[in-house]
């Protein structure tokens, strides 16, 4: 299956590297760490451009400019899985409706109000599935807003902790989505999307925090392994899929108000391939 979206790779750039961060950044309703985490709000006040945040990292490639990364975006603020719910109705809303939020695999949009357990019911997917590393819903990676979305909770049910790959079969609710047995392909809309969620994942959370070393690999079928597949894919997909208004807008909105850390992939997206 191809992808039909051919952004100018250029153009993406530019567009990325002249969004500004305002000055001061809120508090919102998160949480913060006992692990120094407290400061990244004020931290966040210090910076006027992408530019300035990622100073550290300027010059860097490979794993240099993963572990220059990983010490910018560790300092974060952090939020409840409760918190969570109230949460994704800000991040994912529909610009075209307020009161509804767009489903990350079925691109439906609906009502924030419907949030729940039911059938048809939007509930809190975990990109990077939360028992690859088994960290469950524990503040940290299982509450960490980078890779969590709105979706419906039968797609949810569907994608469960599979890797992302190529082909399988059509899934209902979810079109141009497809899965088998142990891989999930998500519409090529989100295909960048998810990767960018992913890897920002495996650079954030290295182990030295009390959570598992997440890492990539060029696999499916990782079962409870701290490891995501296949990158080899999700590299493709990051080049063919940039990041668009919708996966700018939430990065700003999850900086400046709940966790005051950025997705790194989202703001330069070449930096994928310059570590993996």
Excluded: C
Excluded at 111 to 124: I, V
């Amino acid at each position: 299956m191809s992808i039909s979206r051919r952004t100018s790779w250029a153009a993406a750039l530019a567009a990325a590297t002249l969004v500004a961060i305002p000055a001061a950044a809120t508090a919102g309703t998160a949480h913060h760490a006992a692990d120094g985490t407290a400061t990244a709000a004020a931290a966040a006040g210090a910076y006027t451009t992408v530019d300035a945040y990622y100073a550290p990292a300027e010059g860097k490639s490979g794993a240099a400019l993963k572990a220059a990364l990983h010490d910018i975006v560790k300092n974060q603020s952090r939020i409840g899985y409760d918190a969570v719910w109230n949460a994704l109705k800000v991040t994912d809303q529909d610009p075209a409706n307020p009161n509804n939020v767009i489903l990350l695999y079925s691109g439906r949009s609906q009502s924030k109000s419907t949030n729940g357990g039911g059938a048809n019911d939007w509930n809190r997917e975990h990109v990077w599935a939360k028992s690859h590393g088994d960290f469950g819903t524990a503040t940290g990676p299982g509450t960490d807003l980078h890779h969590l979305r709105p979706e419906d909770v039968t797609v949810n049910s569907t994608r469960g902790n599979k890797d992302f790959d190529r082909g399988g079969s059509p899934v209902a609710e979810a079109p141009g989505s497809y899965t088998d047995a142990d891989s999930f392909e998500p519409r090529n809309a989100v295909k960048g999307d998810v990767a960018r969620m992913l890897l920002y994942m495996a650079v954030r959370y290295d182990g030295g925090d009390g959570f598992a070393d997440l890492e990539m690999n060029d696999r499916v079928d990782n079962g409870s392994a701290p490891l995501f597949g296949r990158i080899s894919v999700l590299k493709e997909w990051n080049r063919l899929d940039p990041p668009d208004a919708f996966e700018k807008r939430r990065n700003e909105i999850i900086y400046n108000t709940y966790q005051h850390n950025r997705n790194p992939f989202i703001d330069h997206p070449e930096w994928v391939d310059s570590i993996w």
